[in-house]
């Protein structure tokens, strides 16, 4: 396994004036070719940088984007969706050139049926607006990954994060959604029902595709009933050990935590520098819990036990709505924090996920392994899920560092893919996880190849992402195929 | 929308006598050409009925349903999974020709893992089987459809039943897969981590596809805890709309049911007839609450109000472990249950499901159409989720009342589609629901059928269900299209 450099020998190109002219038409000062719009497309909130695209659109309907789609497939041109640019894994970059499809404008709660506990959304809508929306009705969005992601972008990614412990993953959530294809078909998948056996699950596979089978123009989600009481707590262990372990008891006896988060001693040490906060410089846990008043005692007191007898200490009760959302805001801000541990550097986040009977070992290995390299490293996880980060602190253009980072990044997505588990658990695999495809998947990795090509006979949707260039099985006789990463001997 | 009839001009035909052999020579006795066996593979527990299969195969491993896809493939021979052959809707008939393929030696459960809520089974395991397995671990797996079929089939149709409203369906109870794909590629999807964005999920692709995109060889599922508390009741409504009025107020009011089970008063008649219970003769909700000791008497508590203030009477708590085994061996008892009241009949047994806020008015108006049509046809229903059945009475070869049976089975999906609905919200599509795919998704029926064709491009995995025959787009200009279904126009 390596992590090859995405971008090496990937180049803009300029785009065909038929269909410059067809855009221009269609969009008027919706569609740019300026520097400006361009380079803001460029870059990530992660280390991954991109080429400007050639241009940049940002339609207005999903009919805007189906003729969008027709034309860029007719002179075989890349298209790349583009959300809020907050994934960490380059996504949204123009790695092979082409348009960028800035869905921001798309930005509207066409309806909410509270009744069904669902809300039909526009896919530029960011997952805090919609919450703000939602406030009279007594419901909420629950999927919460930190950043205020558009909901499209959370879908395409399979976004989760603190709160997926309890309500699950956009996995979970996306009952139904409208997507235009390459060859801009709009169609829709899934229903209204809170189930169904009706064929091939569509939205599930549309759903973590990253804007490669298509383009998300529109989502049925489902909503969660505001729980009647709300508590959450943070405490302190001597060792990360303990933390952990902690947490592998309290999922085993079934509490149903609505999240229950670890943070590092360094991380605590980060959020003290950032936010002026006196934790004890030691591993904690932040937890809440949602239910009627009566679970929510029963649940609190119950984990506490647990945490106690694990030796956890300091707790820390957040019982007014400002005071959690002080909690989860510092938690939120984690990744930010850091820098503060170093100023000025840059982050190569991991993202591995493990079955939760191998978490403490994970988590242990991969902080001795930073603690070897030198690196500083702080480490969070939505532990309930088994998935933790660790953000690999480097100098901006320090190569010997990068490859340091890489290399921790590589260990670590071994380390869980021997265990069973995943190289990523909610930040996608976009440009950087994409070399450890074939390690997780094998041959299901030809078999992603073969249903991109099936929908996306010409490749334009965000090429070079997520699938291999050639989806044919390794016994493929092409001599001379032109796929960089080719499977076939020779 | 039509229910056109599956096996028109559909013939069995001879095997090719170098796959004869091949399969005799890898199988020995467990591949037959035998009549009986044969025989045996072509009844199903609803009125479809296929053809024999012209030879049937019992492979022990994945790799001889991959030495069969391989041989079979290269044949150009259909193949059939089939798993306890309990499917309404005619799923695993070689309703083309072709080979069953009967998993159910490949009944070992392989692997506990207690610490990580998992199992792993081969799909010939029962439902049934794996729980006595895990009496001894205090975890079950939760999903209940009654019948006590195969894991590999309850998957492959993403199933669900009594248990769905609380721990989810097949869709969320299948972490991982081993499949093998139509040219013998053994691939498996997913992980035992809880959470993965590593591309596309090919796991809930083949979770429902009915056995045409692979043939499913090992599953890795997710279990429960068992409750510390269970309590069950059931309780009478004087009225049908009463009763789904108190589901859709329950189900709003966040009390997590275990089981919200509705059953009309014809079925509590059949009770009656076939149990020798004595319920009244009127509309009743089971219902089934899993918990802490405290959670479970505050939930029970919630429902009886609300229960009480829409009229419910005779509530009866089954407190024992009997009395509750009792209790829902009843309901699952039901479709066999409902004969009682025509003995000698065949039933046609729909599948709707609807959002929430259009239950009542589903359920009340397919009540209205089958009293109007003058067939006997009990209403039972998982309506925590919004899907109902209704089990319609016909007497063996009564063309006419099968005529109004599909007439009322249609009125109905086009009711479900009306509101947002589906066509199946547990059955699946088979042959019975295969004329109603185009309605129900649109051009997301061809995205199927490109999928489809991708994975399986001769088309062996189980023909002429679930997919069109011809997955272009309806523009496409084939003036000599072969596919009995081709969407061009002329």
Not at 72 to 89: D, F, K, M, Y
Not at 223 to 233: D, H, K, N
Request: proline letters at 7%; charged letters at 20%.
């Amino acid at each position: 396994m390596s992590f090859p450099d995405p971008l090496a020998s990937e180049q803009a190109q300029a785009l065909p004036p038929a269909l410059v002219t067809a855009l221009d038409a269609l969009l008027g000062a919706r569609f740019s070719q300026k520097r400006g719009d361009r380079d803001q497309h460029a870059a990530s909130e992660s280390f991954h940088r991109g080429p400007p695209p050639d241009a940049v659109v940002w339609p207005d309907s999903a009919e805007e984007v189906s003729s969008i789609l027709r034309a860029c497939s007719q002179h075989a041109v890349p298209v790349i969706p583009w959300g809020t640019g907050t994934s960490l894994e380059g996504h949204a970059l123009a790695s092979r050139g082409g348009i960028t499809l800035n869905l921001s404008r798309m930005d509207r709660v066409l309806e909410v049926r509270a009744a069904d506990m669902q809300a039909s959304v526009q896919p530029g809508v960011t997952r805090e607006a919609l919450n703000t929306d939602l406030r009279a009705t007594e419901l909420f969005f629950p999927v919460d990954p930190g950043a205020n992601a558009s909901l499209g972008g959370m879908a395409a990614t399979r976004a989760s994060g603190t709160t997926a412990v309890r309500y699950g993953t956009m996995r979970d959530n996306v009952l139904a959604l409208q997507v235009v294809l390459a060859d801009g078909r709009i169609i829709r998948t899934g229903t209204r029902a809170a189930k169904s056996s009706a064929g091939y699950d569509l939205t599930a596979l549309f759903v973590g595709s990253e804007g490669t089978l298509g383009v998300i123009t529109e989502l049925t989600l489902r909503l969660q009933g505001q729980p009647e009481e709300t508590a959450a707590a943070v405490c302190a262990f001597d060792t990360l050990q303990a933390a952990v372990d902690c947490v592998t008891v309290t999922i085993h006896s079934g509490i149903p935590m609505a999240r229950i988060e670890f943070v590092d001693a360094l991380t605590a040490r980060a959020f003290n520098l950032h936010s002026g906060t006196s934790l004890p410089e030691l591993p904690h846990l932040m937890v809440e819990f949602h239910g009627s008043a009566t679970s929510v005692r029963e649940d609190a007191a119950r984990f506490g036990e647990i945490a106690t007898e694990m030796g956890a200490a300091g707790f820390d009760w957040a019982t007014t709505p400002e005071d959690r959302a002080r909690l989860w805001r510092m938690r939120h801000g984690a990744y930010h924090a850091a820098f503060a541990l170093r100023p000025g550097s840059v982050g190569v986040v991991t993202d591995v996920c493990v079955p939760m009977s191998h978490l403490a070992d994970a988590v242990a290995g991969a902080a001795q392994d930073i603690a070897a390299s030198g690196l500083v490293g702080p480490i969070v996880g939505h532990v309930g899920d088994g998935n933790f980060h660790s953000l690999l602190l480097i100098d901006p253009g320090n190569e010997r560092q990068m490859a340091q980072a890489k290399a921790l990044a590589l260990r670590m997505a071994e380390r869980a893919l021997a265990v069973g588990g995943t190289i990523t658990g909610e930040h996608g695999v976009g440009l950087g996880k994409r070399g450890l495809m074939a390690a997780e998947h094998g041959e299901g990795w030809q078999v992603m190849g073969a249903i991109k090509t099936a929908l996306d006979p010409a490749g334009i949707l965000n090429p070079g992402k997520l699938v291999p260039d050639c989806p044919a099985p390794p016994d493929c006789p092409a001599p001379d195929c032109p796929a960089p990463d080719c499977p076939a001997p020779g």
